[in-house]
C-alpha cells in the first residue's frame, strides 16, 4: 500500500487538476447578468472614456462610420462628459453609481436564490466591471454552461442585440467556447408583469388613483423601427398587460418615449412633450414609471425624478409621482429567477 501511494502521488503531480472546491464549481452553470453600464466616477474625464465607449458602438449609433467617428470626437466628447458629469453628480451616491449598486444586489439577490445551483456574475456592456471579465471568472473556474440574461425587459438590437455581439466577440478569444444559452427578453413573463403591476398598485394605495399613469420608455431613433426592431411593440405590449393586470382603462394609461437626442425623429410621444402639455388638458395629477429599466439609474433618477418633474410643475401640475424601477424588490427576483429556470437551472 505505501508503494502504490507513492506511485499515485507522483501521477497526481505529473497531472494536474483543480482542487475539489473548484471541480464543484466545474459541475455548476454560471449566470450572467448584464446591464447598460455606469461611468466609474462622476468626473468629466471618466464620462468621456465611457461615452466614447457606449457611443462608437455600431447598434447604438446607426450612422456611416466615418462620418460619426468625426461627429463623435469632433464634436460630442468635446462637449458632452462635462453636461453628464454634473447630471451624474446629482444622482451619485456615497456607494457610486446607483445602477452598479443596485445590479449588485440584485446579482447577489439571484446568487442567494439559486443557491448552489448556479454561480451568478454581473456584467456591464459598457464600463466596468465589464461582460468580458465576468465570462473569464467563469472560464477561470472551469464553468463549461453559461446563461447570459441581459436585464431589459423589452428586446432592442441597441441594447440587448448589443450584449450578444459583446459576449460573441468575447469567446472569439477561447479555444473552447462553452454551453451558451442567451435570453433576449421577458417581456412577457408573469411574475415581471405582477411586480410590475404590483408597484402601481402599491402606489395607488399610498396616494390614490392619479389623472393619469405615463409608462415612459428609454427611446430609440424611429428608423429602427421601420428597419424592424421590434423594441416599440414590446414596449406597448408591456403597458397592456400592466393595464390588464390592474384593470385600468386605456384612458388611465398612457405610453411615452424619453431620452432623445440629436435632430432625428425618435419614437413618439416624447415623455417631456407630453409632460408639459398635460396640465393644460386638465391633468393635473400624475404617476410615472419606466419599465425598460431594470434598475434606477441617470434616466430614471435625475431624468424622470428631476427634470420631466420640472416640466409638469412648471406647466401647471400640481401632483407629479415617480413610481422607483423594480430594483432587488423581492418579486423581482422572483421574476428574474422564473427567467432563468426556464434554462433548467
Not at 508503494?3 to 454560471?30: C, M, S, W
Not at 453636461?83 to 443596485?102: F, H, N, Q
Request: hydrophobic residues 35%; glycine residues 6%; contains cysteine.
Amino acid at each position: 500500500m505505501p508503494e502504490y501511494r507513492a506511485i499515485n502521488d507522483r501521477v497526481e503531480e505529473r497531472f494536474h487538476q483543480p482542487d475539489a472546491a473548484t471541480r464543484a464549481l466545474q459541475q455548476k452553470t454560471g449566470v450572467l447578468l448584464t446591464n447598460l453600464g455606469t461611468p466609474d466616477a462622476p468626473e468629466a474625464s471618466a464620462l468621456r472614456r465611457y461615452l466614447n465607449q457606449f457611443l462608437s458602438d455600431p447598434r447604438v449609433i446607426e450612422v456611416p462610420r466615418l462620418l460619426w467617428w468625426l461627429i463623435l470626437h469632433g464634436v460630442i466628447l468635446r462637449i458632452r462628459p462635462k453636461r453628464s458629469a454634473e447630471a451624474y453628480k446629482s444622482v451619485w451616491t456615497d456607494e457610486g453609481s446607483p445602477l452598479l449598486t443596485i445590479s449588485r444586489q440584485q446579482t447577489e439577490a439571484v446568487q442567494n436564490a439559486l443557491g448552489d445551483k448556479a454561480v451568478v456574475k454581473l456584467g456591464m456592456r459598457y464600463g466596468n466591471p465589464s461582460i468580458a471579465s465576468a465570462l473569464r471568472e467563469f472560464q477561470e473556474l472551469g464553468i463549461r454552461r453559461i446563461v447570459v440574461l441581459p436585464l431589459y425587459p423589452q428586446y432592442s438590437a441597441a441594447t440587448t442585440g448589443s450584449t450578444f455581439d459583446a459576449i460573441a466577440r468575447e469567446l472569439t478569444h477561447w479555444r473552447w467556447v462553452p454551453e451558451l444559452h442567451f435570453l433576449n427578453g421577458y417581456v412577457d413573463n408573469p411574475l415581471f408583469i405582477h411586480a410590475l403591476a404590483q408597484s402601481v398598485q402599491e402606489h395607488i394605495s399610498a396616494h390614490g388613483m392619479p389623472d393619469k399613469i405615463l409608462f415612459s420608455y428609454h427611446g430609440t431613433p424611429k428608423r429602427y423601427l421601420t428597419s424592424g426592431d421590434p423594441y416599440h411593440c414590446l414596449c406597448h405590449k408591456t403597458t397592456r398587460l400592466v393595464r390588464e393586470k390592474l384593470g385600468l382603462s386605456e384612458d388611465q394609461c398612457m405610453t411615452t418615449f424619453q431620452s432623445r437626442f440629436g435632430r432625428e425623429e425618435w419614437l413618439k410621444p416624447y415623455t417631456d412633450e407630453v409632460l408639459k402639455a398635460l396640465p393644460g388638458e386638465g391633468v393635473k395629477n400624475i404617476a410615472i414609471l419606466s419599465p425598460a429599466f431594470s434598475a434606477d439609474c441617470l434616466e430614471t433618477l435625475e431624468e424622470l425624478e428631476e427634470e420631466n418633474r420640472g416640466y409638469f410643475m412648471d406647466a401647471g401640475g400640481e401632483e407629479y409621482h415617480y413610481i422607483p424601477a423594480l430594483n432587488d424588490r423581492p418579486d423581482h427576483i422572483a421574476a428574474i429567477v422564473d427567467v432563468l429556470r426556464s434554462c433548467r437551472i
